[in-house]
């Protein structure tokens, strides 16, 4: 332990709370990209199951809900709906997956530097 | 005299945003404490409470986070339904829908081609409008909705900066006065 003048006193300088400022926003988006990254791989899952028992069906009509309501619409038109919704959630979920990878790149960075300044005195890992 | 509300003399200080105060980083604790007046107790006192309001507004801005991000998708749900009436106006041929009348009754219902549509303004009110009236109000709520939810995002995230920056400078208070104490035990007992 040491009592020297450069003991357990490092100094915070504006541009060292930046970058911590900086690395808890990266944090918590984290955390909220990974929730709705597992959202919309739910909801991919469940187009997939529909898709398939709609194949599986011998009816003419299915029942499609829109908004509130189930609406009578033809077989093939569901089919299309749904191949549409999929396509906008997984292009939803690439772009969910890539900001995740930048995010924790630039989380990766932030301690290296952060580490770097401060050692021992700081905690940069998840609780 | 620079006080810690100017925000045009010091770029290290943040005046407030929409009612939350900002947090005056510290650049040294000891000009710090003795600009405040305070003993360290008491700043740490200061700095605590200070943090509890931040928490308290933060609930506040979260709950307000959740309501808009589930009315959004509503809208989106509405503006949806009118699409599929205005589509299906052109063909002639009627909307057979199944709908709740309660919570596991469903009944048929035959929706003619129409022109208007009835929209759900809050307050037990409801209004007519025609198909493309109600697109453009829905639109419309839904833009002010999606902005709003921009504006509260940053705000948190400005709020979570002051309570970083708090939080921090708690630490460093506490530590100095830490830093204090053994220094003055080291000189109380001057035999090594």
């Known amino acids: ?9 490092t100094e915070v300088t504006w541009e060292d709370q930046q970058n ?15 929730d709705e990254i597992k959202t919309a791989k739910e909801t991919n899952d469940n187009l997939e199951d529909a898709s398939n028992e709609l194949i599986l069906t011998d009816e003419e009509v299915v029942r499609f809900q829109i908004g509130e309501v189930f609406a009578h619409v033809p077989k093939e038109e569901v089919e299309t709906r749904i191949e549409e919704m999929k396509e906008v959630t997984s292009k939803n979920l690439e772009k969910l997956e890539e900001e995740k990878e930048s995010v924790l790149a630039q989380m990766t960075e932030l301690k290296t530097i952060l580490y770097g300044k401060f050692k021992d005195s700081i905690n940069l890992e998840e609780d | 005299m620079a006080a810690a509300s100017s925000s045009s003399t010091s770029p290290k200080t943040t005046t407030e945003r929409r009612g939350i105060p900002g947090a005056q980083f510290v650049e040294d604790v000891e000009t710090y404490l003795s600009q405040t007046g305070l003993d360290v107790n008491s700043a740490l006192a200061f700095l605590q409470e200070r943090l509890q309001q931040y928490k308290l507004v933060e609930m506040k801005l979260l709950a307000q986070q959740r309501d808009l991000q589930a009315k959004i998708p509503d809208i989106e749900k509405c503006l949806d339904v009118v699409a599929t009436l205005q589509a299906k106006k052109g063909t002639g041929e009627a909307l057979i829908a199944d709908f709740e009348v309660s919570e596991g009754i469903y009944s048929r219902a035959r ?3 129409s022109d208007s549509v009835c929209l ?3 307050a037990n009110v409801m209004l007519e409008y025609s198909c493309e009236e109600a697109t453009s109000l829905l639109k419309k709520n839904l833009e002010n909705a999606k902005a709003s939810l921009e504006v509260l995002i940053a705000d948190l995230q400005f709020l979570r900066d002051q309570v970083t920056i ?9 530590n100095w006065d830490v830093h204090q104490r053994r220094i003055r035990q080291a000189a109380a007992t001057p035999t090594a």
């Not at chain 2, 939080?167 to 460093?172: G, S, Y």
């Open chain 1, 20 to 34: 911590i400022n900086k690395f808890g926003r990266l944090n918590n988006r984290f955390h909220e990209l990974e």
């Open chain 1, 1 to 9: 332990m040491q009592q020297g003048p450069g003991g357990s006193e």
């Open chain 2, 120 to 122: 759900w303004l809050g």
């Open chain 2, 111 to 113: 929706i003619e081609d």
């Open chain 2, 166 to 174: 708090t939080q921090v400078t708690i630490a460093r208070v506490y």
